[in-house]
């Protein structure tokens, strides 16, 4: 079982509507978790960090964390073609400075 | 938030050749650097993980003495491929970690082995 899960995509919604990342993990002592954006050929740049159960909003982008499911969503509210590319899920462990990433899911917004 | 950066952008390279990368913290002092290789359309593979005056620690199936690491200082971290092959080709990245923030990117490398 892959550490950290996601549908590789591609996930293509129509611009203004949301769209919905999944991501799930396997290490229950995961603590730190974050949705990583990165447009072909560039770096990966961090869109959200959250850490407890729960909802945090940060404009257009909500992250959504449910450790009992090991489940960690991101959702994107009014999709801009600009959001158009790769969305990478990080998990850290307590104790450790390594992010394990998933493969990404590719998300693709409809003008 | 924190500026990472990494140079060379791009590098192409004869096969044999060595080729060194650097990531460097501008505005903060990076305890702890990370070193991931992306392969097109896979994720972050973290390659190592160094701190500042220490020796790096690599990931299960990386070689050392390839992929050589230095940290010498709180604000430079190198990557050296060594006797790089047409295999090595890839997207290099570093990351840099201090204080309680979370880890920043650098901008990424691309080898290209020829």
């Known amino acids: 079982q892959k550490e950290v899960e996601q549908n590789s995509g591609p996930l293509s919604v129509p611009e203004g509507a949301i769209a919905s990342l999944n991501c799930t993990y396997s290490?229950?002592?995961?603590?730190?978790f974050f949705w990583y954006r990165q447009y072909s050929g560039k770096s990966p740049e961090l869109i959200m960090s959250i850490y407890s159960n729960g909802d945090k909003e940060d404009g257009r982008f909500t992250a959504q964390l449910n450790k009992a499911s090991q489940y960690v969503s991101l959702l994107i509210r009014d999709s801009q073609p600009s959001d158009s590319a790769t969305y990478l899920c990080a998990v850290k462990t307590s104790g450790t400075y390594k992010y394990i990433f998933g493969t990404g899911t590719r998300l693709k917004v409809l003008a | 938030g924190a500026v990472v950066s990494q140079h060379p952008s791009r590098v192409i390279c004869k096969s044999g050749t060595s080729v060194k990368i650097e990531c460097r913290s501008l505005d903060f002092q990076a305890t702890t650097m990370f070193w991931y290789r992306q392969f097109p359309k896979q994720s972050l593979m973290l390659m190592a993980t160094?701190?500042?005056?220490?020796?790096?620690?690599?990931e299960q199936g990386v070689e050392k003495d390839k992929f050589l690491i230095n940290h010498a200082s709180l604000t430079l971290s190198t990557l050296t491929v060594t006797s790089a092959h047409p295999e090595d080709s890839s997207f290099y990245i570093c990351?840099?970690?201090?204080?309680?923030?979370?880890?920043?990117f650098g901008q990424g490398t691309r080898l290209t082995v020829v």
């Open positions: 990351s840099a970690k201090g204080g309680d923030h979370e880890a920043f």
């Open positions: 160094s701190n500042e005056g220490s020796k790096a620690t690599y």
């Open positions: 290490d229950r002592g995961s603590q730190s």
